[in-house]
């Protein structure tokens, strides 16, 4: 049985400072749930109950649409070296889309990232942490650098038109930001 906890421990964050990638689940009221893997430099805890994820540009942007209509979002992470553990972290967000005006703060707490699309605050009310018997090893041998030299190719206004050619709506046709 997982502990629960009401917000992250100091042994949870330096486990999760330890991570090399995590996975986010949101979903709207209705249509499919969403789970990606993300990596990169993209996540800070900020405090025991706010953690920044910086969203790069992908081929879907199901997380915005999802808490435009449903704000839930989770965060997950699982050891895949010593420590057997999958931890959760449940809660809200609000998006900070590259034209907001609390982007540069925001965006301000990672690297510069041409591709970067939003910053999602998220605001923690329960963290579960149960046992990662099940998750197999794996060894991290580094980022890729595919999505730098996509964003670097297309340049700052080729992102943004990817941006409104294919991010304007979620797999099931929720709309973005883009769509506005």
């Known amino acids: 049985m997982g502990k ?3 917000a992250l421990q100091d042994d949870h964050i330096r486990f999760i400072d330890e991570q090399h990638m995590f996975f ?23 405090s ?3 953690i920044l994820w910086r969203n790069l540009t992908g081929s879907g942007n199901e997380t915005d649409g999802h808490l435009r209509l449903a704000n839930r ?12 553990i999958i931890l959760r ?44 018997y099940g998750v197999p090893f794996f060894s991290f041998e580094g980022d890729r650098p595919v999505m730098d030299q996509w964003a670097a190719d297309k340049g700052a206004d080729g992102v943004r038109q990817y ?3 294919r991010n304007q709506t979620t797999i099931d046709g929720f709309p973005t930001e883009f769509s506005e």
């Open 163 to 165: 941006w409104t050619d």
């Open 89 to 132: 972290a449940f809660g809200t967000a609000t998006v900070s889309h590259v034209d907001d005006a609390a982007w540069g703060d925001l965006d301000g707490h990672f690297p510069p990232a041409l591709g970067a699309r939003q910053v999602f605050d998220v605001s923690v009310d329960l963290v579960q942490s149960s046992c990662g």
């Open 24 to 46: 986010t689940g949101s979903a709207a009221p209705t249509g499919r749930v969403n789970i990606s893997p993300k990596g990169m430099d993209s996540l800070r805890v900020l």
């Open 4 to 6: 629960q906890f009401d």
């Open 48 to 50: 025991p109950n706010r």
């Open 73 to 84: 979002i989770t965060l997950m992470w699982c050891s895949f070296t010593t420590r057997p």
